[in-house]
């Protein structure tokens, strides 16, 4: 949500400002329109009670002295009925300034954050700009294979059998598949908290519609998530931890000298896809549930884009330690998401697809979910409540790593090497097997389809 005072004071700022994401000046003239009505409402209102209560101490005086001069009780009667109609006007004003500020709020949570000055211009990510590169994609003496056919061959990934139990866009990882992706998870998480200072959490994987709210999902995009209705209670199934872990705090005042919170969570993702049909239809680029270890910030405002800096290469060390190629790229105003101010993505090298693709999306959000999800901090410098910053990422999305080890360390027969960084996690696990080099692999010749 943005600042209600850029209405008020800077329209004109806030319009060019909005047109750098492509977005038109309707919403921001209505929304001048409404809050130039409020404020009219709220004098008429104000003007209104003064007068009533002036009529009240004249009633008052009145029938004070009506004690003793009875003649006086015909002028207290008409002032009392005065006030009377006054009150029927309060109350009609009352009701529709509720109107009023019902359509202010409904119409705010749907406009999105300002881009950050830093952030290029573009329409769509066409127009993201390369920060640097890591690693040079592997030059395969063979034709390399996507995840699904590596995985299918491997025993370790079956897309029809999931099929069957949820229809498209869903997987089953199954044995060393299943066993490999635990041990990222545990990676990325140990990773997280022992060397880059997260605190972790295990989240609720449902949320209310206030939380949901409050990060930016709500009112606008939910046709793109998944909700449960048990008896009269609703619930959201959670498209990603960054929900619950900026939610810890809504409606709180963080004591001074508490910032900034550093939270790591691993989740289940559920997300509907609705504007997606007929894109990355194949494999786990996009599926309706996927999982992913998120990366959430509140900080002071003056320090969220270094903590920006700092959650980017956080989320780098763990591509640079699986030894996976990408490039680092920001995104421009026409790419970025409804809640970001500024954006950074990470794409890894995937030789099936010949292409980089998003593994991982990095966004200082500055005080746009904090004004929606009512979170303030005290501060000693300026000593008061101010909106804190919040910041989120994905380190990683673990589906998609998945994907970048398989297809990064294929050889020609189908096999798969393991990176050095996870054989603490997987030496001596079912499926994994020890070579003479001393290296770990998922070994196509072991394959086996179990079926049940």
Known sequence: MLDPKLLQENIGELEKALKRRNQGSESIQELARLGQSRRELIQKVESLKAERNKLSQQVGQLKAKAKTDPSVGPEADKLVAEAGA?????????????????????????????????????????GNVEVRKWGEPKKFTFKAKDHVD?????????????????????????????????????FMLDLHIREHGYREVIPPFMVNRESMTGTGQLPKFEEDLFKTHVADRELFLIPTSEVPLTNIFRKEIIEPGSLPYYFTAYSPCFRAEAGSYGKDTRGLIRQHQFQKVE???????????????????NAEKVLQLLGLPHRTMALCTGDMGFASAKTYDLEVWLPGQNAYREISSCSNCEDFQARRAEIRYKSEAQGKTRFVH??????????????????????????????????????????????SDGKLRIMATLAKRRDG
């Open 86 to 126: 006054i009150g029927g006007q309060i109350k009609a004003l009352d009701d529709e300034l509720a109107k009023i500020e019902e359509k202010f709020s409904n119409l705010g949570l749907r406009i999105p954050n300002i881009p950050h000055a830093s952030v290029p211009d573009g329409v769509d990510a066409s």
């Open 295 to 313: 990366l959430v910030k509140l900080c002071e405002p003056e320090k969220s884009y270094d903590e920006l800096e700092k959650m980017v290469q």
């Open 150 to 186: 590596l995985g299918e061959k491997l025993g370790i990934l079956d897309f029809e059998r999931a099929g069957k139990l949820a229809g498209a866009r869903f997987a089953l990882s199954t044995g060393p598949g299943a066993t490999l992706e635990r041990a990222l998870i545990q």
């Open 390 to 435: 919040t910041l989120n990422g994905s380190g990683l999305a673990v589906g998609r790593t998945l994907i970048a080890v398989l297809e990064n360390y294929q050889d020609a027969e189908g096999n798969v090497e393991i990176p050095a960084a996870l054989n603490r996690y997987l030496e001596g696990a079912p499926g994994f097997v020890k070579g």
